[in-house]
């Protein structure tokens, strides 16, 4: 029996805008995603059995086919035939259904447990071919690091590492769907949209404030006027000292990037007692290794 111990890292957009809406129902967008460090553990072992078993911290998540673990498992065992089973015990760190990709990040790591553990020899190419069969955000989560990312997400390219820095993360008592705002989300009155090339080339010049004083998300016209603890937060994340704050994905988690770690510490001991978070972590971007 075989044994893997994996780590599935969160992400953060730094720039989110959408293009347009597709005849297919998906949504075309242009990204700079960002792992941070932040991540859940996942622990794999083969069985003798055929069966997929996942175990979770969390009582509320399924374990089942509804939990993209179990999918991308179930997935690689049919494509490949692979007879063993599989064993996963989940220990969720990053928050869920908060815009940081938690679940796909959790499917990207499966996916790679897989290849290892059933020594499939596939090619982290060929990894995020798969991957995008189970959710947009997975070939990223493959990937990691710093990355543009564009057509539903799926279509990908490696940036050079973003400037250091300090990174507090927000999540809000609140849940949003992301579903709920993408359905709602009128571009024809969408006002400002994130600069993603000006981004690129800040990153690229390893420019901190040029890049950092062009993030926008076009999704917070969506979830700042239903969920005003959304502004509340990234207000006080700049009062706080940080250079720019946003939400991440569809939210509603809210970052804030700093280049003084006192100025960190301090408002993340604020937000601990403020009321405002369910989830405060301060940490930093990853790079993964090559």
Same mark, same amino acid.
């Given at each position: ?12 957009n730094l720039g989110l805008d959408v293009i347009r809406k597709r005849e297919? #129902? ?42 993209? =673990?179990?999918? $991308? ?24 259904? $908060? &815009?940081? $990709? ?9 996916? +790679? ?21 189970? @959710? ?6 493959? !990937?990691? @690091?710093?990355?543009?990312?564009? @057509?539903? &997400?799926?279509?990908?390219?490696? !940036?050079? /590492?973003?400037? /250091? ?15 709920? =705002? +993408?359905?709602? %989300? ?11 090339? &000006? ?10 404030? #040029?890049?950092?004083?062009?993030? $926008?998300n076009v999704l917070e016209t969506v979830t700042e006027k239903d969920y ?8 006080s994340m700049l009062e706080k000292g940080a250079i720019c704050s946003l939400?991440? &994905? ?25 009321? %405002? #978070? ?13």
């Amino acid at each position: 029996m075989k044994t893997l111990k994996l780590k599935a890292y969160a992400k953060i957009n730094l720039g989110l805008d959408v293009i347009r809406k597709r005849e297919d #129902g998906y949504h075309e967008v242009r990204m700079i995603m960002q792992t941070v460090g932040i991540y859940d553990r996942i622990s794999m072992n083969s069985t003798n059995s055929p069966m997929i078993k996942v175990k979770t911290n969390l009582h509320y998540l399924p374990t089942d086919n509804n939990n993209l =673990v179990y999918k $991308a498992a179930a997935y690689m065992k049919e494509k490949f035939q692979i007879k063993e089973g599989v064993y996963i015990n989940l220990e969720k760190k990053i928050p869920v259904a $908060a &815009g940081m $990709a938690g679940g796909s990040a959790d499917a990207a790591a499966t996916l +790679y447990g897989m290849n290892h553990l059933f020594d499939l020899k596939l090619s982290k190419e060929e990894l995020m071919e798969i991957g995008v069969k189970l @959710g947009a955000d997975v070939p990223y989560c493959i !990937l990691r @690091g710093t990355a543009l990312s564009e @057509g539903i &997400g799926e279509i990908l390219t490696p !940036l050079p /590492p973003f400037p /250091p820095c300090k990174v507090l993360v927000v999540k809000p008592l609140i849940n949003v769907s992301t579903k709920y =705002v +993408y359905e709602n %989300l009128r571009l024809d009155q969408v006002a400002i949209h994130p600069d993603i090339d &000006g981004i690129v080339e800040a990153i690229k010049h390893q420019d901190l404030y #040029g890049a950092s004083k062009l993030f $926008a998300n076009v999704l917070e016209t969506v979830t700042e006027k239903d969920y005003p603890v959304i502004k509340q937060i990234k207000d006080s994340m700049l009062e706080k000292g940080a250079i720019c704050s946003l939400m991440s &994905g569809s939210g509603p988690t809210v970052f804030g990037l700093f280049d003084d770690f006192n100025a960190a510490q301090k408002a993340f001991y604020y937000f601990k007692v403020s009321g %405002l #978070g369910k989830q405060i972590y301060l940490t930093d971007m990853y790079q993964p290794r090559i």
